[in-house]
Protein backbone atom coordinates (compact mmCIF):
# COMPACT_ATOMS: atom_id res chain seq x y z
CA UNK A 1 0.00 0.00 0.00
CA UNK A 2 1.15 3.36 -0.76
CA UNK A 3 1.99 5.86 1.50
CA UNK A 4 2.77 9.59 2.03
CA UNK A 5 3.93 11.68 5.70
CA UNK A 6 4.17 15.21 5.07
CA UNK A 7 5.86 17.68 7.80
CA UNK A 8 5.05 19.90 9.34
CA UNK A 9 1.86 19.85 10.18
CA UNK A 10 2.07 23.62 10.02
CA UNK A 11 4.54 25.87 9.30
CA UNK A 12 4.04 29.72 10.07
CA UNK A 13 6.83 32.17 8.74
CA UNK A 14 7.49 35.71 8.03
CA UNK A 15 7.30 37.28 4.50
CA UNK A 16 10.90 36.72 3.26
CA UNK A 17 11.96 33.61 5.00
CA UNK A 18 12.71 31.32 3.28
CA UNK A 19 11.71 27.35 4.36
CA UNK A 20 11.19 23.45 2.90
CA UNK A 21 8.28 21.52 2.94
CA UNK A 22 8.92 17.68 3.09
CA UNK A 23 7.09 14.96 1.73
CA UNK A 24 8.15 11.51 2.70
CA UNK A 25 6.78 8.60 0.90
CA UNK A 26 7.15 4.20 -0.37
CA UNK A 27 5.18 3.22 -3.33
CA UNK A 28 5.79 0.39 -5.24
CA UNK A 29 7.09 1.33 -8.52
CA UNK A 30 7.12 5.28 -8.19
CA UNK A 31 4.96 6.67 -11.81
CA UNK A 32 5.01 10.12 -10.77
CA UNK A 33 4.97 12.28 -7.61
CA UNK A 34 2.64 15.21 -7.23
CA UNK A 35 2.73 18.69 -5.85
CA UNK A 36 -0.74 20.75 -5.54
CA UNK A 37 -1.38 24.07 -3.08
CA UNK A 38 -4.96 24.35 -1.70
CA UNK A 39 -6.94 27.85 -0.39
CA UNK A 40 -9.68 27.51 1.62
CA UNK A 41 -12.93 26.04 0.07
CA UNK A 42 -11.21 25.63 -3.35
CA UNK A 43 -9.58 22.39 -5.45
CA UNK A 44 -5.91 21.47 -5.44
CA UNK A 45 -4.19 23.72 -7.59
CA UNK A 46 -1.12 21.55 -9.85
CA UNK A 47 2.48 23.27 -9.12
CA UNK A 48 4.92 20.04 -9.96
CA UNK A 49 5.05 16.48 -11.49
CA UNK A 50 8.48 14.71 -10.99
CA UNK A 51 9.21 11.41 -12.35
CA UNK A 52 12.86 10.40 -10.95
CA UNK A 53 15.22 10.69 -8.20
CA UNK A 54 17.37 13.81 -8.87
CA UNK A 55 15.19 15.91 -10.49
CA UNK A 56 13.53 19.20 -10.09
CA UNK A 57 11.29 21.83 -11.17
CA UNK A 58 11.26 25.40 -10.10
CA UNK A 59 8.49 27.92 -10.61
CA UNK A 60 8.40 31.54 -9.31
CA UNK A 61 9.74 31.31 -5.71
CA UNK A 62 8.79 27.35 -5.80
CA UNK A 63 11.23 24.41 -6.39
CA UNK A 64 10.83 20.58 -6.02
CA UNK A 65 12.88 18.32 -5.25
CA UNK A 66 12.97 14.37 -5.48
CA UNK A 67 14.77 11.57 -4.02
CA UNK A 68 13.76 7.93 -3.98
CA UNK A 69 12.38 8.15 -0.38
CA UNK A 70 11.16 11.87 -0.24
CA UNK A 71 10.63 15.29 -2.03
CA UNK A 72 10.66 18.79 -0.91
CA UNK A 73 9.41 22.08 -1.39
CA UNK A 74 11.20 24.72 -1.05
CA UNK A 75 10.11 27.79 -0.70
CA UNK A 76 12.36 31.15 -1.03
CA UNK A 77 10.66 34.87 0.19
CA UNK A 78 7.49 33.42 0.52
CA UNK A 79 4.80 36.61 0.29
CA UNK A 80 1.43 36.32 2.10
CA UNK A 81 -0.19 34.82 -1.34
CA UNK A 82 2.01 32.18 -0.66
CA UNK A 83 -0.57 31.39 2.02
CA UNK A 84 -2.28 28.00 1.25
CA UNK A 85 -2.17 23.93 2.74
CA UNK A 86 0.55 21.98 0.29
CA UNK A 87 -0.74 18.70 -0.47
CA UNK A 88 1.99 16.18 -1.61
CA UNK A 89 0.84 12.98 -3.84
CA UNK A 90 2.22 9.89 -5.36
CA UNK A 91 0.85 7.53 -8.10
CA UNK A 92 2.38 3.94 -7.95
CA UNK A 93 2.27 0.83 -9.81
CA UNK A 94 -1.17 -0.24 -8.34
CA UNK A 95 -4.85 0.74 -9.39
CA UNK A 96 -5.29 3.12 -6.34
CA UNK A 97 -5.34 6.38 -8.10
CA UNK A 98 -3.10 9.29 -6.33
CA UNK A 99 -2.37 8.97 -2.51
CA UNK A 100 -1.89 11.81 -0.74
CA UNK A 101 -0.54 13.37 2.16
CA UNK A 102 -2.40 15.26 4.74
CA UNK A 103 -0.66 18.61 3.87
CA UNK A 104 1.07 21.26 5.25
CA UNK A 105 -0.87 24.14 6.05
CA UNK A 106 1.56 27.09 5.56
CA UNK A 107 1.02 30.57 6.89
CA UNK A 108 3.36 33.64 5.87
CA UNK A 109 2.78 37.02 7.90
CA UNK A 110 3.44 40.15 6.21
CA UNK B 1 -8.59 26.16 -22.10
CA UNK B 2 -11.23 26.37 -19.28
CA UNK B 3 -10.64 24.04 -16.88
CA UNK B 4 -12.82 20.74 -15.01
CA UNK B 5 -15.99 21.92 -13.80
CA UNK B 6 -18.03 20.42 -11.27
CA UNK B 7 -21.89 20.75 -10.53
CA UNK B 8 -23.66 21.48 -8.37
CA UNK B 9 -20.64 23.44 -5.98
CA UNK B 10 -22.82 22.97 -2.76
CA UNK B 11 -25.59 20.60 -2.32
CA UNK B 12 -27.44 20.06 0.87
CA UNK B 13 -28.99 16.42 1.57
CA UNK B 14 -30.95 14.25 4.52
CA UNK B 15 -29.68 10.98 5.45
CA UNK B 16 -31.04 8.12 3.22
CA UNK B 17 -31.23 9.97 0.32
CA UNK B 18 -29.32 10.11 -3.03
CA UNK B 19 -27.33 12.44 -5.21
CA UNK B 20 -25.45 12.77 -8.32
CA UNK B 21 -22.33 15.08 -9.16
CA UNK B 22 -21.64 15.77 -12.22
CA UNK B 23 -17.90 16.53 -13.52
CA UNK B 24 -16.92 17.81 -17.41
CA UNK B 25 -13.38 17.64 -17.80
CA UNK B 26 -11.19 19.94 -19.83
CA UNK B 27 -11.31 19.57 -23.43
CA UNK B 28 -9.35 16.63 -24.84
CA UNK B 29 -8.90 14.53 -21.38
CA UNK B 30 -10.25 10.99 -21.14
CA UNK B 31 -9.51 10.11 -17.63
CA UNK B 32 -11.93 11.44 -14.75
CA UNK B 33 -10.85 10.23 -11.41
CA UNK B 34 -13.12 11.00 -8.27
CA UNK B 35 -11.69 12.07 -4.65
CA UNK B 36 -13.67 12.15 -1.47
CA UNK B 37 -11.73 15.09 0.94
CA UNK B 38 -12.58 15.05 4.72
CA UNK B 39 -10.70 16.70 7.55
CA UNK B 40 -9.88 13.54 8.80
CA UNK B 41 -9.06 11.35 6.27
CA UNK B 42 -7.48 14.15 3.80
CA UNK B 43 -7.67 13.17 0.23
CA UNK B 44 -9.00 9.62 -0.60
CA UNK B 45 -9.29 8.23 -3.92
CA UNK B 46 -12.90 6.89 -4.95
CA UNK B 47 -12.19 5.66 -8.51
CA UNK B 48 -11.08 6.34 -12.09
CA UNK B 49 -12.88 6.33 -15.33
CA UNK B 50 -11.27 6.12 -18.90
CA UNK B 51 -13.27 5.96 -22.14
CA UNK B 52 -16.40 5.09 -20.64
CA UNK B 53 -14.74 2.72 -18.50
CA UNK B 54 -14.02 1.81 -15.08
CA UNK B 55 -10.07 1.78 -15.02
CA UNK B 56 -9.27 1.71 -10.84
CA UNK B 57 -11.06 1.54 -8.16
CA UNK B 58 -10.65 2.63 -4.14
CA UNK B 59 -11.76 1.25 -1.06
CA UNK B 60 -15.21 2.68 -1.02
CA UNK B 61 -18.65 0.94 -0.39
CA UNK B 62 -20.89 -0.13 -2.98
CA UNK B 63 -22.69 2.71 -2.19
CA UNK B 64 -20.51 4.77 -4.01
CA UNK B 65 -21.21 4.83 -7.62
CA UNK B 66 -20.00 6.72 -11.35
CA UNK B 67 -20.19 6.54 -15.04
CA UNK B 68 -18.83 8.15 -18.05
CA UNK B 69 -19.95 9.39 -21.10
CA UNK B 70 -19.00 9.46 -24.65
CA UNK B 71 -17.83 12.95 -24.02
CA UNK B 72 -16.04 12.35 -21.67
CA UNK B 73 -18.20 14.15 -18.52
CA UNK B 74 -18.99 11.77 -15.99
CA UNK B 75 -21.47 11.65 -12.85
CA UNK B 76 -21.02 10.06 -9.34
CA UNK B 77 -23.78 9.15 -7.39
CA UNK B 78 -24.24 8.11 -3.79
CA UNK B 79 -27.02 6.18 -2.84
CA UNK B 80 -28.70 5.79 1.11
CA UNK B 81 -26.58 8.76 2.17
CA UNK B 82 -25.03 8.50 5.53
CA UNK B 83 -23.59 11.56 7.81
CA UNK B 84 -20.44 10.36 7.29
CA UNK B 85 -20.34 11.24 3.44
CA UNK B 86 -20.59 15.09 4.27
CA UNK B 87 -17.39 16.20 2.38
CA UNK B 88 -16.01 17.97 -0.45
CA UNK B 89 -16.26 15.35 -3.22
CA UNK B 90 -13.12 16.73 -5.96
CA UNK B 91 -13.22 15.59 -9.69
CA UNK B 92 -9.33 15.54 -11.53
CA UNK B 93 -9.38 15.02 -15.15
CA UNK B 94 -6.27 13.79 -17.32
CA UNK B 95 -5.26 13.48 -20.78
CA UNK B 96 -5.29 9.60 -19.25
CA UNK B 97 -2.59 7.61 -21.79
CA UNK B 98 -0.02 7.72 -20.11
CA UNK B 99 1.11 6.38 -16.17
CA UNK B 100 1.70 9.22 -14.48
CA UNK B 101 -0.23 11.77 -16.27
CA UNK B 102 -0.90 14.73 -14.04
CA UNK B 103 -3.90 15.34 -12.58
CA UNK B 104 -6.09 18.82 -12.82
CA UNK B 105 -8.77 19.57 -10.20
CA UNK B 106 -12.21 21.40 -9.85
CA UNK B 107 -13.16 23.43 -7.47
CA UNK B 108 -15.36 20.63 -5.76
CA UNK B 109 -19.10 19.66 -4.58
CA UNK B 110 -19.66 20.30 -0.73
CA UNK B 111 -22.05 17.93 0.21
CA UNK B 112 -23.45 18.31 3.61
CA UNK B 113 -25.26 15.27 4.86
CA UNK B 114 -28.31 16.46 7.88
Known amino acids: EDQVTQSPEALRLQEGESSSLNCSYT??????LFWYRQDPGKGPEFLFT???AGEEKEKERLKATLTKKESFLHITAPKPEDSATYLC???????????FGKGTHLIIQP | KAGVTQTPRYLIKTRGQQVTLSCSPI?????VSWYQQTPGQGLQFLFE???????NKGNFPGRFSGRQFSNSRSEMNVSTLELGDSALYLC?????????????FGPGTRLTVL
Open chain 2, 92 to 104: ASSPGQAAGDTQY
Open chain 1, 27 to 32: VSGLRG
Open chain 1, 50 to 52: LYS
Open chain 1, 89 to 99: AVEGGGADGLT
Open chain 2, 27 to 31: SGHRS
Open chain 2, 49 to 55: YFSETQR
